[in-house]
């Protein structure tokens, strides 16, 4: 033995429990929900780096990427619509929140009337997004935002969000502000179907 003068020689067995028993019974195990293990249950990979302009200027890039696709804006809020039960891509719109003043109306517009029920709804901002955004930081607050929404000038912001009657564990989301990003998310999301 490697440590001789430690060593001792076992007085008696003691039997682990079963794995299976606690699998059944996972109250006080410290879980938010129940763990489940379906084979069946088919997952949407996502990633979202949202970069204001300072990281912009650093060499980071601001994007949304489903399942491996990746989908790219102009200045303002991108979002991404996603439908929850098969993982088709439904809707992509980007909203320049810093240069058009409609673009704030027509953003919530779209969150509320677009979007159809049981859409995860995926955003992020690209350069400066925070200008002339009111209405539409609102109807992030409606699918699941928290403040503080706006990421303030030339910030960075991402989230995951649903369009529903519930509101899904997995909604998320990251508000920096200028310099301290990029906001970034990587998660699945379990499909519904």
């Known amino acids: 033995a490697a440590y001789p003068k430690y060593s001792l020689t076992p007085t008696e067995t003691v039997p ?11 109250s006080g195990c410290g879980a ?13 990979e996502v990633t979202i780096q949202g970069a204001g302009w300072q990281e912009l200027q650093q060499g980071h890039a601001a994007y949304i990427e489903v399942d491996g696709v990746r989908y790219t804006g102009a200045r303002g809020f991108s979002v991404v619509a996603v439908n929850a039960v098969t993982g088709a891509v439904t809707h992509h719109e980007t909203f320049d ?48 935002a928290q403040d503080p929404v706006s990421p303030g000038n030339r910030g960075n912001f991402a989230m995951v969000a649903f ?15 200028s310099a301290q990003g990029p906001a970034q998310i990587y998660t699945k999301i379990p499909l519904m179907g």
């Open 16 to 26: 682990m429990p079963s794995f299976l028993g606690m699998a059944s019974d996972c």
């Open 163 to 177: 369009k529903g009657t519930v509101w899904p564990s997995w909604i998320q989301q990251v508000t920096l502000p």
């Open 32 to 44: 938010p929900e129940p763990i489940v293990n379906d084979d069946s249950l088919q997952f949407l």
């Open 97 to 144: 929140t810093h240069g058009q003043t409609s673009a704030d109306g027509a953003m919530a517009n779209f969150i509320r009337n677009d979007i159809p029920q049981n859409s995860i709804v995926l955003v992020g901002a690209r350069d400066e997004p925070s200008r002339y955004a009111d209405e539409c930081l609102i109807a992030l607050k409606e699918i699941g």
